[in-house]
């Protein structure tokens, strides 16, 4: 019954921002990390940046210093906010959640259905 639920993406002009959230909902217990992941048409889906239970961030090397990762444990929630943003940025972002949907439950792994995001003046 675990569901991500994305939003926030959209058009924006180079050296604009955007803040993307994803909210996990149903059956969910306990998150263990959160990230978001990007592709790009003719690429391969690649890691944006994460966050563990524990606070550990990391962030591919293109965007630190422009992006930043934040949660909401209360409301289960993602944040990804993008500034500075470039044409490079443009690509369908999708969040990831690993998490277990009960105490006795194993630690699986849940996608977002994708967000666009597209950079261009």
């Known amino acids: 019954q675990v569901h991500l639920v994305e939003s926030g993406g959209g058009l924006v002009q180079p050296g604009g921002s955007l803040r993307l959230s994803c909210e996990a909902s149903g059956s969910i217990f306990s998150i263990y990390a959160q990230g978001w992941y990007r592709q790009a048409p003719g690429k391969e889906r690649e890691l944006v940046a994460t966050?563990?239970?524990?606070?550990?961030?990391n962030y591919e090397e293109s965007v630190k210093g422009r992006f930043t990762i934040s949660r909401d444990t209360a409301k289960n929630t993602v944040y990804l906010q993008m500034n500075s943003l470039k044409s490079e940025d443009t690509a369908v972002y999708y969040c990831?959640?690993?998490?277990?949907?009960?105490?006795?439950?194993?630690?699986?792994?849940?996608w977002g259905q994708g967000t666009q995001v597209t950079v261009s003046s």
């Open positions: 990831n959640v690993m998490g277990a949907a009960g105490p006795l439950r194993p630690v699986l792994t849940y």
């Open positions: 966050i563990t239970n524990s606070g550990n961030i």
